[in-house]
């Protein structure tokens, strides 16, 4: 059967799959990066990773701003009956989470090089200068959004992995297609 591009009632479609499987692992990666870029010693390194960082940041953004767009235009597949009512009432909660997490993280990490008096310019990819958003210069701004980035990177990440640790659950111990669900897409006939 040929599979389908729009979600299904009982599985995710193509578009939907793709995005789940490469915002996870840009996430992921940009925590790892985030902790290995300011561990360096090189510090032509460091501003290298830094760079690299910010791209992966703005990518990051936008293309959870796409998912989001994408799961508002399409149908979620039903939970199967093995999901008690506890989970049914904490998985719609817990996306929120992810989502609210996936944006305010890389909206954090943009506020904290505005306000940097650095003023480094970003250029994603060095492909395009990207503008800073209109806040004030500052060194007590720049703490802020350091420690705001830092703080919601930590809590994103125990998220992340709060989120595999449910996944890997309904997959192992449950038995159930919640995880299957979202590696296989539907199929044109479902």
Same mark, same amino acid.
């Given at each position: ?24 692992? =840009?996430? =992921? ?24 960082h910010k791209s992966f940041g703005f990518l990051l953004l936008g293309l959870i701003i796409l998912r989001i767009a ?46 940097s008096t650095l003023e480094i310019p970003t250029m994603p990819f060095n492909l395009f200068l990207m503008p800073d ?58």
């Amino acid at each position: 059967m040929q599979s389908s591009i729009t979600n299904t009632a009982t599985r995710y479609g193509w578009p939907t799959i793709i995005l789940h499987w490469l915002i996870g692992a =840009i996430f =992921i990666g940009q925590f790892v990066l985030g902790f290995v870029m300011v561990r360096i010693s090189s510090q032509r390194t460091s501003f290298e990773l830094i760079q690299l960082h910010k791209s992966f940041g703005f990518l990051l953004l936008g293309l959870i701003i796409l998912r989001i767009a994408w799961r508002l235009g399409n149908v979620v597949p039903t939970l199967p009956p093995s999901v008690g009512a506890l989970e049914r009432r904490a998985a719609p909660l817990a996306h929120f989470s992810l989502y609210v997490f996936q944006i305010a993280l890389p909206l954090s990490g943009w506020a904290l090089v505005s306000v940097s008096t650095l003023e480094i310019p970003t250029m994603p990819f060095n492909l395009f200068l990207m503008p800073d958003l209109p806040l004030a210069e500052s060194d007590a701004a720049e703490s802020f959004w350091s420690a705001t980035h830092w703080y919601l990177a930590y809590a994103g990440i125990a998220l992340v992995a709060l989120h595999i640790a449910a996944a890997l659950r309904h997959h192992l111990l449950l038995r159930d297609t919640v995880l299957r669900r979202i590696i296989t897409p539907s199929s044109g006939g479902e």
